[in-house]
């Protein structure tokens, strides 16, 4: 049997990759020490994800494991032989990481960097997959000639970055956030590690990933946040933009497909914008609107004039590259479905309380 490890293994992305692999026949090896309910509080921990995993896959094996300690790292991967090493664990917060940049830095960069030499060390011939961020563009997208519409700006069909933004993108003279630093850092020692070394490394740079699974919060999880508040009535504040500002919304499962395309025929240090695309995406008040027709319910939502210091004021991704590199990749939800899979979710938690 191959062997995964799957480190944020109680998260968003973490939990559909090991419902993925272990239904693919995988052993899989699961890194998460529930760091989000030290990030957003005890109502975004991860816990109830992790003991579910536990419950009902037998080939799952959870590790109560800090990515920042190294010697747990190196032991962990000295004792089993992994075929793919999928790194989703992060501080996940544009805006968290000004709090505690050291705490921010040293789980998003040195937890990876612990992770990329023990792989290095111990199972170089493996895939090693690192979730990035678009944040590692700052905000140069705000920089493009953008129109505002009555529920979105957009961009005109002529530029060149209307199908979305590419990895062409600048990541020099812009506002990061100092997450986007901590992963850009991280992002390139992925990179580095591909080619320097010769090993077989990608980096998916994500716009927003999103799904049932999400533990999200405020500061977090954009999507399911909205929907929570919507469904239950609490008031919801859009930071800035009008709440015209558009993300790409890309589901778990999808991302975890086009993953599994490059374990199958992997590169070295490879890089790929990775979202919704044209193909799915929304801004803040489309996707109020399109909850409260799902829920048949009015959100109670408020406009604050001040946006999140360097936050996108719209943001597609082009995954053009991917696709080229892998053609028999395809969607399998699209935005309503994805919409309708975050609520019916929602619904059926609530109902069992």
């Not at 989000?36 to 037998?58: A, C, H, M, Q």
């Not at 805006?95 to 170089?124: C, K, M, Q, V, Y």
């Not at 360097?310 to 696709?323: A, C, E, L, P």
Request: charge should be neutral.
């Amino acid at each position: 049997m191959k062997n995964a490890l799957i480190t944020g293994s109680g998260g968003l992305i973490g939990s559909e990759a090991v419902r993925f692999y272990i239904d693919k026949g995988f052993n899989v090896y699961g890194i998460d020490n529930n760091m989000r309910s030290y990030f957003f509080g005890d109502k975004s921990s991860v816990d109830w994800n992790i003991e579910k995993l536990k419950n009902t896959y037998p080939n799952y094996f959870h590790h109560n494991i800090d990515i920042r300690n190294k010697d747990n790292i190196n032991k962990l991967f000295n004792e089993i032989n992994f075929d793919l090493i999928i790194h989703a664990a992060a501080q996940p917060s544009h805006d968290w990481a000004a709090n505690e940049p050291h705490t921010d830095f040293s789980i998003n960069t040195e937890g990876t960097l612990n992770l990329l030499e023990a792989f290095r060390l111990w199972n170089s011939e493996a895939v090693f997959i690192f979730l990035s961020t678009n944040k590692v563009y700052g905000d140069s997208p705000n920089k493009l000639p953008l129109v505002e519409n009555e529920n979105r700006y957009e961009i005109r069909k002529e530029n060149k970055f209307y199908q979305g933004i590419d990895e062409s993108m600048s990541i020099d003279q812009s506002k990061h956030s100092l997450f986007g630093c901590s992963k850009l850092a991280a992002d390139i020692f992925v990179q580095e590690y591909g080619r320097y070394f010769n090993l077989k490394t990608c980096v998916f740079r994500g716009g927003c990933l999103t799904g049932p699974a999400h533990s999200s919060a405020k500061l977090h999880g954009f999507l399911s946040y909205l929907a929570k508040c919507v469904y239950s009535g609490t008031k919801y504040t859009i930071l800035g933009y009008k709440g015209k500002q558009v993300r790409d919304n890309i589901h778990s499962f999808d991302l975890i497909t086009a993953i599994d395309s490059v374990f199958k025929n992997p590169k070295l240090g490879e890089v790929y914008n990775i979202g919704g695309s044209r193909h799915s995406n929304i801004s803040i008040l489309e996707a109020i609107s399109k909850f409260e027709q799902i829920f048949e319910k009015k959100a109670n939502f408020e406009f604050s004039k001040q946006n999140r210091s360097g936050d996108h004021i719209w943001y597609i991704s082009d995954i053009s590259k991917f696709r080229y590199d892998y053609p028999e990749w395809k969607y399998e939800y699209t935005l309503d479905k994805l919409l309708l899979d975050i609520a019916n979710e929602l619904i059926k938690n609530e109902s069992s309380n």
